[in-house]
Structure formats: structure tokens, C-alpha cells
């Protein structure tokens, strides 16, 4: 018997059965059409939730982070200046990147609940009168904070600037999961991976490249060999892969686009907007608020709930997995203790969550900290009872 509970760790998320059972496929020869047959749906339909017109996406066999350094070694070279605020664990970790591969980052520090500093990003191009900064790399969904930034504004401060900078973007907790619109945009480089919207077992780093950062790969002297975009294209174009491509998960991933269309994008984002809204209203019911430091910057992947003075979140965490086999996240860096999270993204229901909501409390009340149970699902339940869920609508 399985007792396997929901996750709501902020990735790897919950793999819906069709999923697993997509990712199941016998041995086959990926030199063979059959390949090609299963990839091409593939790599269409990521084009087609990146919202992305022109350019490539790139499928490796890797994780966000190797997207992360495929997106820098591709189309940089040792000493380029980058740009890149940093607002929470996860800008953190790619600019530590940047600076491990020789890199000159600019980094713009700003306070952890906070989103990319649109003002300061602007005057950093401005101040940058000879273009040097190569490129602007902006994390979109802040998985560490639960802060979402607005990329469209970015984009305005660099046009605003008349900068040619790259603008890539960290994409892994939101793609699949919250509105993207790469060309809309102008995003050079996308990154995504596979355990997080697109709710498949992690091995996959997933980038939409656009024309333009391909053309700086021309130039880029970064070493690469396994993430040479080059190499991947070219075997592209016969139909196959450059060495062995992970078959199992990429015949999972085209499933994944599919069951996204199959949903509707916009009641994807839908659901996920109304049940991180389920959410927030739990945490308000507990006293408590999200890191996030005001609305405009709601995450509706993840919330990192910030605990009352005294307790400590990562206690909750350590609770809720020994005592009742569910998963929250961490806190991550200087918020370690100071909050719980809370991932609402991927296969996730309004029953789902309210569980996930239920043993929170639950963990709250066996560690002593000051709620009433029941407290939050009551909100949360109000809240979704209120609203329709779009997917039910579409289908009644
Ligand atoms: C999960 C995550 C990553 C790292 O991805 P891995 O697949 O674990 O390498 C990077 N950025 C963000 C915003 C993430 O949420």
C-alpha cells in the first residue's frame, strides 16, 4: 500500500500519473525517427509556453542549474561584466556562478522579500555609457523569498536605458506555473527545468535562446562542450541529439505541454493564482504574513511564511516530515529558521492544498505556537468555496 502524501516542498513537485507513466519507455535507438517523432512535439510545445516566436529552445540533460551555466557559457566570454540583483538564495547561486566562471558582476543588493530593483537597474545601464555589461540576469519567481519580479518592467528599464545588454532570466519556480511571455518580453535566455510546472521528475534543463543571444554565442569564449548550444543544434537539424539524450524524461515532457494545453494555460495560471491566494489567506488567519513585502510581488508558486518571533520554521519542517510524511521547504541563507515554505505549484488541487494547510497546523499546535487549529483551512476554505475553480467551470 502506498502512503505516499502530497509534497509541497516548491519543486520537485507532485508527478501526475500520466506523467510517470509517459516517462516509462522502453529502449530505443534515439539515432532512429522515432526519436525525432517523440521530441519535435516536445520542444514545440515548451515554445509554445515560453511564448517564444523566434530563436531555439534547447532541452539538456541537467537541471536549472546547468541551464543556468549552459545560458552563461554560451554567449559570454572570461571578464564580460554582467549586471544581477540579488534578492534571495537563488539570484545568490547564479551569481556565485558568474563569479566562479571569471565573470565581473555588478551585483545590486537589496533586501530579501524584495523584487529586482527596477530603478537601480536602470541606472546601473544609464551609468554604463560604453556598454560594457553584456548582460542582465534577473531570477523571475525568487523560490528562496516567494517573491515574484516583473520581468515586462525590467525589460522597459533596459530599452529606457537604451541598453543592448542581454536579458536573461531565471525562470525554474515559474515557467509552466505563472504567466511568461519571452518575446513580449524581449528575454534572451530562458531558463526552466523539468521538476517544477512542468511537474516531471528533475534531469531536464529546459532554455528558449533568443536570435539575438545566439548570435552572441558566435563570439562567447567561455569553455563549453556538453552545453555547446552548437553542438546541440546541429544535431538538432539531423533530428537527434549530440550523445545520449534522456528519452524518458523527454517523452514525459511532451505529455507535460500537453496536459498544460489540455488544462489551458490561462487556467494553469488561474488555478495557481487562486490557490496561492488559498494560501495567503491562511497565513493572514495564522498572524502571520508572507516574506514577500507587499502584494505586487506575490509569488503564486511558493510562499515563504514568515514565523513569529520565537519559533523557528525549520523546526515545523523537521515536524512535519517525521511525525506526519509531508514535505514544506526550508528556509534557505539568512532566512534559515525564519520561515517555512509553502510550494503551491504543479499537480495540486484545492484538496491538496487545504491537507498541506491542515498539517501545518497541526505541526504548529504539537510545537506550542500560538494558533488555533483550524484557523487557516477555515480561511483558506471560505476563500476557495467563494471563487470557482476555472478547470471545474470549463468542464461542467
Ligand atoms: C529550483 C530552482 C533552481 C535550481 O534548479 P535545480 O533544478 O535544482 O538545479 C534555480 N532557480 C530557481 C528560481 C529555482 O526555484
Not at 507532485?14 to 532512429?32: F, M, Q, W
Not at 508572507?290 to 515536524?319: F, I, Q
Request: charge should be neutral.
Amino acid at each position: 500500500m502506498s502512503m505516499q502524501n502530497p509534497v509541497f516542498i516548491p519543486g520537485p513537485t507532485n508527478i501526475p500519473e500520466e506523467i510517470r507513466k509517459a516517462c516509462d519507455v522502453p529502449t530505443l535507438d534515439h539515432r532512429s525517427p522515432r526519436f525525432a517523432q517523440m521530441f519535435k512535439p516536445a520542444l514545440a510545445g515548451v515554445r509554445r509556453v515560453l511564448n517564444m516566436e523566434a530563436g531555439e529552445v534547447i532541452i539538456l540533460p541537467a537541471t536549472g542549474t546547468g541551464g543556468w551555466e549552459a545560458a552563461i557559457t554560451n554567449t559570454l566570454s572570461p571578464g564580460d561584466r554582467i549586471l544581477a540583483p540579488r534578492y534571495g538564495m537563488f539570484s545568490h547561486r547564479w551569481i556565485d556562478m558568474c563569479q566562479r566562471h571569471r565573470l565581473d558582476v555588478q551585483v545590486l543588493d537589496v533586501p530579501w522579500g524584495q523584487g529586482a530593483p527596477l530603478a537601480k537597474i536602470e541606472a546601473a545601464l544609464r551609468r554604463d555609457g560604453d556598454h560594457s555589461i553584456q548582460a542582465v540576469l534577473v531570477t523571475h519567481n525568487e523560490t528562496a523569498t516567494g517573491v515574484r519580479s516583473d520581468i515586462a518592467a525590467v525589460r522597459r528599464a533596459l530599452d529606457a536605458a537604451a541598453h543592448p545588454a542581454l536579458l536573461f532570466v531565471d525562470g525554474v519556480s515559474s515557467i509552466g506555473s505563472m504567466p511568461f511571455d519571452m518575446t513580449g518580453w524581449g528575454v534572451d535566455i530562458a531558463v526552466a527545468g523539468s521538476q517544477k510546472g512542468f511537474m516531471l521528475p528533475a534531469g531536464l534543463a529546459i532554455l528558449g535562446v533568443s536570435p539575438k543571444a545566439l548570435a552572441a554565442m558566435e563570439r562567447a569564449k567561455l569553455p563549453r562542450t556538453f552545453f555547446d548550444f552548437k553542438d546541440m543544434l546541429a544535431a538538432y537539424a539531423a533530428g537527434g541529439y549530440p550523445y545520449t539524450p534522456a528519452v524518458g524524461l523527454i517523452s514525459g515532457l511532451a505529455r507535460s505541454v500537453e496536459m498544460l494545453e489540455e488544462e489551458g494555460l490561462e487556467a494553469v495560471y488561474a488555478r495557481h493564482h487562486r490557490l496561492a491566494e488559498a494560501t495567503r489567506q491562511a497565513v493572514a488567519a495564522w498572524n502571520m504574513r508572507p516574506c514577500a513585502v507587499n502584494r505586487d510581488l506575490y509569488s503564486d508558486t511558493v510562499t515563504a511564511v514568515v514565523v513569529p518571533e520565537g519559533c523557528d520554521g525549520t523546526e515545523l519542517v523537521r515536524l512535519a516530515a517525521s511525525k506526519y510524511g509531508v514535505a514544506f521547504g526550508v528556509g534557505l541563507g539568512e532566512l534559515a529558521g525564519k520561515v517555512f515554505r509553502i510550494g503551491h505549484l504543479g499537480m495540486l488541487t484545492d484538496v491538496m492544498l487545504l491537507s498541506g494547510l491542515a498539517t501545518a497546523e497541526m505541526c504548529m499546535a504539537d510545537l506550542g505556537w500560538k494558533i488555533r487549529l483550524g484557523s487557516g483551512v477555515a480561511a483558506a476554505q471560505e476563500y476557495l468555496r467563494q471563487t470557482q475553480s476555472e478547470r471545474l467551470a470549463t468542464a461542467a
